[in-house]
């Protein structure tokens, strides 16, 4: 499986654009790459999912380049509530029943 | 979408019993699901993958007769920890995938705190 690495954390201020990168230089043919988002005493929560180039939702962005070796999420104009732990991950499933394997992941932290 | 229900989601126990922790998928059929703990402050570290009908595959360094796994149907899994100590204490998390082609295919549930006394 893909090793993936993140900044450990992140600053900022509300109504921001945040960017987070992560590499997985590692990266398969078969992998996706799937950002998660963790509040304290919760199980993850789906941000996001893509293969390659851009992918949209309603709560962020995810750019892939085509080497695919790199993602960054981008979460526009963020608040205060989105202050938690971001998890890049990458691998191939659910078809190949294989789980994911969660990096430490980047504690962003959003002030007022 | 696809929900994972998980319970309890807080449990304290003395040292030396056994608890059990039930990960369900509601509204799909999990022939695999994930066991994951998480310490304060750290990742989610992957313990087990549970195999509907058969024996769980436990992560290295997991002690297999400490943390048994049952996943008896297709929408449950159990999670037992026996003669529970208080280095046991830790954020339990199960996830389960789905078929979905598109979005999301790994559901998490909401995780369950033990705390042994």
């Known amino acids: 499986l893909a090793k993936t690495t993140q900044p450990i954390s992140m600053d900022s201020y509300e109504g921001q654009e945040v960017n987070i990168t992560c590499s997985h230089n590692?990266?398969?043919?078969?992998?996706?790459i799937t950002w998660y988002q963790q509040f304290p005493s919760q199980g993850p929560r789906f941000i996001i999912q893509?293969?390659?180039t851009k992918v949209t939702n309603e709560v962020a962005s995810l750019f892939i380049p085509a080497d695919r070796k790199s993602s960054t999420l981008s979460l526009p104009r963020v608040s205060l509530s989105d202050t938690a732990v971001y998890y890049c991950?990458?691998?191939?499933?659910?078809?190949?029943?294989?789980?994911?394997?969660f990096g430490k992941g980047t504690t962003l932290s959003v002030s007022s | 979408g696809a929900v994972v229900s998980q319970h309890p989601s807080r449990v304290i126990c003395k040292s030396g019993t056994s608890v059990k922790i039930e990960c369900r998928s509601l509204?799909?059929?999990?022939?695999?699901m994930f066991w994951y703990r998480q310490f304060p402050k750290q990742s989610l570290m992957l313990m087990a993958t549970?195999?509907?009908?058969?024996?769980?595959?436990?992560e290295q360094g997991v002690e297999k007769d400490k943390f048994l796994i049952n996943h008896a149907s297709l929408t449950l899994s159990t999670l037992t920890v026996t003669s529970a100590h208080p280095e046991d204490s830790s954020f339990y998390i199960c996830?389960?995938?789905?078929?979905?082609?598109?979005?999301?295919?790994?559901?998490f549930g909401s995780g369950t705190q033990l705390s042994v006394l």
């Open positions: 893509g293969y390659k």
């Open positions: 590692n990266i398969a043919t078969n992998d996706y």
């Open positions: 996830s389960a995938p789905t078929q979905q082609v598109f979005g999301e295919k790994l559901f």
């Open positions: 549970s195999n509907e009908g058969s024996k769980a595959t436990y």
């Open positions: 509204d799909f059929q999990a022939t695999t």
């Open positions: 991950l990458v691998g191939d499933i659910p078809q190949a029943g294989t789980a994911l394997i």
